[in-house]
């Protein structure tokens, strides 16, 4: 706005429109004392009453007229109500009384007013109408027309209009409804063909000045009856002190400028009644005529009462618009809250969201920062530096405001490239959370719009007095402009969605940093818990270790002192059967002599069993494979050793052919002569024993198997028959110490073999082991 303009307005603004000192001439205006004694009057009285204005000053009000009781005790208790009591009355049916005068024995209608410490009464020609019938139905109409089929506030607004137009005559009526600066827009409209329409049309501010709007919200009706009116002026016995204040009065003279601008509308004649929703002026009915009008005041009153309905129906119809607005907004913010409280993944949550989020608010582009990641949807400024800037701004103003902001033209804040402003005039951004620097920005692009004003809005600027005065615009027509740098504006309804969409935010990292932290201490506790199982176990190795240690030394210690001690008396038998054949050589017949080899041989056979004993015991974990060991031979010799058992049993042994191995000899000896010993001694008593013995190439290495079926073993102990000393049956039933498979298992494993049995109770046990066919020299 320029200065000289402001200038203008500011000296428009402070013209005493409430008090003109004078009148329109439709009416008289009496001032009276609470005496009712007349003080001041409007100089019209000669034309309207027949008496001369300066007759009547200082004069008893009584000496005019008759007055009626229901107004004598009106004006009575007049001196006991409140300013406000007095406004709320005016345009009541009952604050219209009947005068007689009794100069001229004619009725006039009369309405009271109270200012300060006059009485106000205003009288006009009495007509006779019987309005209220007309009143009542135009009002449930009215009522009615809101509560039909949902329509656009615009279309029963018009109907309404109609009514009003068939009441009062007008030739054109519209709604003339603020913006938030008080700019004015004709938003619903009925007129007669020869008016030009104003619908759709923008006025500006300074058409409707501040005091001017002042008024209207104080008297809900204006009425100019004929814009050519000479005004009659107000007399009183001087000295007067101060003019009076006619902000209720319903004759006042309006403000020559006003004149002027309606002349310049070709309007006659004009009615404007106001239209208040909560106390501020939401807009008004405005009501033009191309010939004087006049409206009476029971008319006026029926105005009032259809302005004042259409208010409370406008204000219910946008209450409940909002409503539903607000309700459909936080239950799609409150829907997606709920999404985002859930998502594991929050960015890609709000990524998929994006598009939701947008449609609620008409947005075109989306920006935030959730923790260190940025989210950028839809049409957002490309520039980071210059998002960088907006950053700084919104961290500024979140510092300052805990409450979103909003604009729908960022360039008037901040000082923005084109691009930005293209893709980003509307901005509403909500902090997340200040400390982490959180928040989500909806953008919403520029929105070039051409506004049509009713003429210029600039008025003319003229100087009077010494003033710089504002001249009403001589033209109304159409005149449009651009509008840049702004966008649609923001339709929120309350912040209660975006509250919810917060919390849903703010929770969500609430719990997934809550859930971190637990994870963390679960992990730790399963750390600690796993390197105290491990401590465990090493140390139960450790002991393992020690025991295994000693007992090889045990085992190795009481191999070798058996074997020591077994030396002795076999040397003996040894000895003394050699002694034996040598005294008794020649007696002895070729049977005896046998047995006597027998024993030799068995003693020899012992002695080199203990022999290798001895040396077993020292066995370590040595490779160990450096005879040829025929196998056929072996077993041979071994079976020989159970010639006897194999006899008694009638056992019998099926053999393959057997290969040469690599090996000691001795101890593979050992370990076929226990398996057999095993097959005899754990055969069932009552099935005739068989052997199978068994050797397949498996390539590298030999897999033997010595087959019986005896009494079998139970697949739990598969394993356990292995270790030392491990047996399954008391020493009465199967005779022997549980080290011949402990023995085995060495001896394969010497060989670098594997040993392991199958066996079920019942139907046999196939011990199998493995050699290898490398020849390895130790
Ligand atoms: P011992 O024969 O001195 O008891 P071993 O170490 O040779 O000790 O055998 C361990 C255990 O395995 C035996 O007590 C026996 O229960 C079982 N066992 C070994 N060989 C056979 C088999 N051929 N049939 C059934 N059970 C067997």
Redesign the pocket.
């Known amino acids: 706005m320029n200065k000289a303009l402001e200038e203008a307005l500011q000296n428009c603004e402070n013209e005493p429109i409430q008090a003109p000192e004078s009148i329109q001439p439709h009416g008289v205006l009496l001032a009276l004392d609470y005496k009712l004694n007349i003080l001041r009057v409007s100089q019209n009285t000669q034309g309207f009453l027949g008496i001369h204005a300066e007759d009547m000053l200082q004069k008893p009000l009584r000496s005019f007229f008759r007055l009626p009781e229901t107004l004598e005790t009106r004006l009575k208790n007049y001196q006991h109500s409140t300013t406000s009591q007095q406004s709320n009355f005016y345009f009541q049916p009952n604050n219209l009384y009947e005068l007689d005068c009794i100069t001229n024995q004619k009725k006039y209608s009369c309405l009271v007013n109270f200012q300060e410490k006059y009485l106000l009464l205003e009288l006009e020609q009495f007509t006779f109408e019987h309005l209220l019938p007309d009143g009542f139905t135009i009002s449930k109409e009215l009522i009615f027309s809101f509560h039909q089929a949902p329509q656009k506030l615009e279309e029963i607004l018009s109907e309404n209009l109609q009514r009003l137009q068939k009441l009062t005559g007008f030739g054109r009526l519209g709604i003339y409804k603020f913006d938030h600066q008080w700019n004015g827009q004709i938003i619903a409209e009925v007129k007669k063909e020869n008016m030009p329409s104003y619908l759709g049309l923008h006025f500006p501010a300074s058409d409707i000045p501040a005091q001017a709007r002042a008024l209207y919200t104080k008297n809900w009706l204006r009425l100019i009856s004929d814009v050519n009116y000479t005004p009659a002026p107000i007399i009183g016995i001087p000295p007067l002190d101060h003019p009076l204040d006619l902000s209720f009065s319903t004759l006042r003279s309006v403000s020559p400028v006003h004149i002027q601008y309606l002349k310049n509308m070709e309007v006659k004649a004009s009615c404007s009644i106001s239209l208040i929703i909560d106390g501020q002026l939401w807009g008004m009915i405005v009501c033009h005529h191309d010939a004087p009008l006049y409206l009476s005041p029971q008319k006026r009153i029926i105005c009032v009462h259809i302005g004042q309905m259409l208010s409370i129906q406008v204000s219910t119809y946008e209450k409940q618009q909002h409503k539903f607005l607000r309700e459909r907004q936080e239950s799609r913010f409150k829907m997606i809250g709920n999404r985002l409280i859930e998502a594991d993944n929050l960015l890609s949550e709000l990524k998929n969201s994006a598009h939701h989020l947008m449609e609620i608010l008409h947005a075109t582009g989306l920006w935030g920062t959730i923790g260190n990641q940025e989210l950028l949807e839809g049409n957002v400024p490309a520039s980071p530096a210059e998002r960088q800037i907006l950053h700084h701004f919104l961290k500024d103003y979140f510092q300052k405001h805990d409450k979103p902001f909003i604009t729908d033209s960022l360039e008037k804040t901040l000082k923005i490239s084109d691009e930005f402003t293209e893709k980003a005039s509307g901005v509403l951004a909500l902090p997340i959370s200040r400390r982490n620097n959180n928040f989500l920005v909806w953008f919403k692009q520029e929105k070039i719009t051409f506004v049509t004003w009713g003429g210029q809005p600039t008025k003319d600027i003229v100087m009077a007095d010494g003033h710089k005065k504002l001249l009403p615009r001589a033209s109304f027509a159409k005149w449009k402009t651009k509008v840049r740098g702004e966008s649609t504006p923001w339709v929120l309804n309350d912040l209660k969605g975006l509250t919810a969409l917060k919390n849903a935010i703010l929770t969500n990292l609430l719990m997934r940093s809550e859930k971190i932290a637990e994870r963390k201490e679960e992990l730790e506790k399963e750390v600690a818990k796993k390197t105290e199982s491990l401590k465990k176990i090493k140390n139960q190795l450790e002991d393992m270790v020690v025991s295994l240690k000693e007992s090889n030394e045990e085992l190795e210690n009481f191999a070798y002192a058996t074997s020591h001690d077994l030396q002795e008396p076999l040397r003996q038998i040894s000895t003394f059967v050699q002694l034996m054949e040598k005294r008794m050589g020649g007696r002895l017949d070729a049977k005896e002599q046998s047995y006597l080899k027998f024993i030799v041989d068995g003693t020899e056979n012992m002695q080199a069993l203990i022999d290798d004993l001895l040396e077993y015991s020292r066995l370590t974990r040595q490779k160990y494979a450096n005879e040829k060991i025929d196998l056929n031979q072996l077993v041979a010799k071994v079976l020989h050793l159970f010639q006897e058992t194999i006899q008694n049993t009638q056992a019998q042994i099926r053999l393959d052919s057997l290969p040469v191995i690599a090996g000691k000899k001795v101890l593979v000896q050992q370990l076929f002569q226990?398996?057999l010993?095993?097959?005899f001694?754990?055969?069932k008593p009552d099935v005739p024993l068989r052997i199978n013995i068994e050797a397949e190439d498996k390539t590298n290495h030999w897999q033997f198997v010595?087959t019986?079926n005896?009494?079998?073993?139970l697949p739990e102990?598969h394993e356990a028959?292995?270790q030392l000393?491990?047996?399954?049956?008391t020493k009465h039933a199967?005779?022997?110490?549980?080290?011949?498979?402990?023995?085995?298992q060495k001896i394969v494993q010497q060989h670098l073999g594997n040993i392991w049995?199958n066996?079920a109770p019942d139907v046999?046990?196939s011990?199998y082991f493995t050699i290898p066919k490398t020849f390895t020299k130790t």
Do not use: T, W
């Open positions: 226990n398996l010993s095993n097959a001694k754990y055969r010595v019986d005896g009494i079998g073993i102990f028959i292995f000393f491990k047996r399954l049956h199967y005779k022997g110490s549980g080290m011949g498979l402990a023995l085995c049995v066996s046999g046990s011990f």
